[in-house]
């Protein structure tokens, strides 16, 4: 049973946030209610204090013991803070680190997950800066329930609705009660640079931090897998409770893969892996610099996504995942590449864009699959991470269901895996980084 924080501002759909409430408290959740005091003038706190049996938090400055620090101790015990209905005002607050009141003091305070669903009119939402700001919270992490369309309050009709409650619990439910989807199965990420030593000091590298790889081997965890993670020199620490792999060359990654690959229900190769290595390999003393030019002889790498796929061969197991981080031609340059690496998907992206690539918190991918190409906005790399999850833990079941409904538990075939799936199912929302 957890606590959730329900966030309520003030807009005329603030109504549908009391039966949000009573859903979270049915599937066995505690909730604590906090309104702003322009949601007040919608509904009565008395109202929400009747099915919480909580006192409803709509100051900052209640009197009373401890009353000034209230929000950092709601920010501590919360699972989740869920802002419903939020307005414009509110999410500008939220998007600029504003802290005018205990809402907003508690969206800064809180290291909780946060999910946040917009209502107002139909112009407001699509204002350039409400859109801006969303963008801006997407890329911290924080989720959102898009609102619906239809008639609003103002009389006007477009998107701008607050989304159905039973949408918006299912979705926080989603978040506070991981699903397990990959509870049982063994996932297997690589994540981060390689480094090709020249010499004793020097080394050929690649501006990969790791994120994105840890992201995942994060989330398949959280998800219920049993991970292993190989990650190259990175100073991105490792999860807790995974299973880590220290690396640093294109060998010694490909060794660590080979090593777990039979074991493994699916395999993400998340990591920036050199396509060459100094011929001979390194040199045993420091190279001395010298007049002139100095030639280096560079030899190809194993390609470990490649090897993966003659490995796996027409089996449909394991899962393959493998990405593309390009500056042209992002979509054919993945296609042709799943395609020759034989690999069930390949995660596409262009690192010259804003915000995607290397060394930052957020990512703009495509999925390359062989029913074709699904796009996805600018968003942290943990909401393309669950992406990634749920398409594995798809295949996955689909697989299952070929098998005669087998479970993870259930000993399959060596080599048995799953068959493409038609879509993705995740949160509204090179080779890597």
Not at 101 to 130: C, E, G, K
Not at 160 to 187: H, S, T, Y
Not at 235 to 245: D, E, L, Q
Not at 269 to 287: L, N
């Amino acid at each position: 049973m957890a606590l959730v924080a329900v966030g309520v501002s003030g807009g005329i759909s603030a109504y549908k946030a009391v039966e949000v409430v009573r859903q979270l408290q049915k599937a066995g959740h505690q909730v604590a209610v906090v309104m702003t005091r322009a949601a007040t003038r919608f509904v009565a706190p008395l109202t929400f204090e009747a099915i919480t049996q909580r006192r409803v938090i709509t100051s900052q400055w209640t009197p009373g013991a401890n009353a000034d620090i209230e929000h950092i101790a709601l920010a501590s015990e919360a699972a989740l803070l869920l802002v419903a209905p939020a307005t414009a005002n509110t999410i500008a607050k939220m998007a600029h680190g504003l802290a005018g009141d205990f809402l907003t003091s508690l969206a800064l305070a809180t290291r909780a997950p946060v999910l946040v669903a917009p209502a107002m009119n139909t112009h407001m939402y699509d204002h350039p800066a409400t859109q801006a700001n969303m963008a801006l919270l997407r890329t911290r992490g924080v989720r959102f329930v898009e609102p619906g369309e239809g008639y609003l309050a103002c009389g006007w009709v477009g998107k701008g609705r607050l989304a159905e409650p039973d949408v918006i619990a299912a979705e926080a439910l989603r978040i506070i009660e991981p699903p397990g989807a990959l509870r049982g199965r063994r996932v297997l990420v690589t994540a981060g640079p390689t480094y090709e030593d020249l010499d004793p000091v020097r080394y050929l590298g690649n501006r990969s931090s790791g994120r994105m790889g840890v992201a995942v081997a994060v989330e398949a965890a959280r998800q219920g897998a049993e991970v292993t993670l190989v990650l190259g020199p990175t100073s991105i620490a490792p999860p807790a409770g995974v299973k880590t792999v220290r690396v640093r060359s294109a060998r010694e990654m490909h060794a660590a893969v080979t090593a777990e690959r039979e074991a493994v229900d699916a395999i993400v190769m998340s990591a920036a892996v050199a396509d060459y290595t100094p011929a001979g390999g390194a040199a045993s003393d420091k190279v001395k610099k010298q007049d002139g030019g100095l030639t280096v002889t560079l030899e190809r790498t194993v390609d470990i996504l490649a090897d993966l796929g003659r490995w796996r061969a027409d089996r449909p197991s394991p899962v393959l995942v493998g990405f593309a981080a390009e500056t042209t031609d992002v979509l054919g340059y993945a296609s042709r590449k799943r395609e020759a690496k034989r690999v069930d998907l390949i995660v596409a992206n262009d690192v010259g864009q804003p915000g995607a690539g290397f060394e930052v918190e957020t990512n703009i991918a495509s999925f390359v699959t062989a029913e074709g190409v699904q796009s996805f906005p600018l968003e942290a790399k943990a909401a393309l991470a669950a992406r990634i999850a749920a398409y594995i833990a798809e295949r996955l079941a689909a697989t299952a269901d070929g098998m005669g409904g087998s479970s993870p538990d259930t000993p399959k075939p060596a080599g048995a895996g799953g068959s493409p799936a038609d879509r993705v199912n995740s949160p509204n929302p090179a080779n890597a980084q």
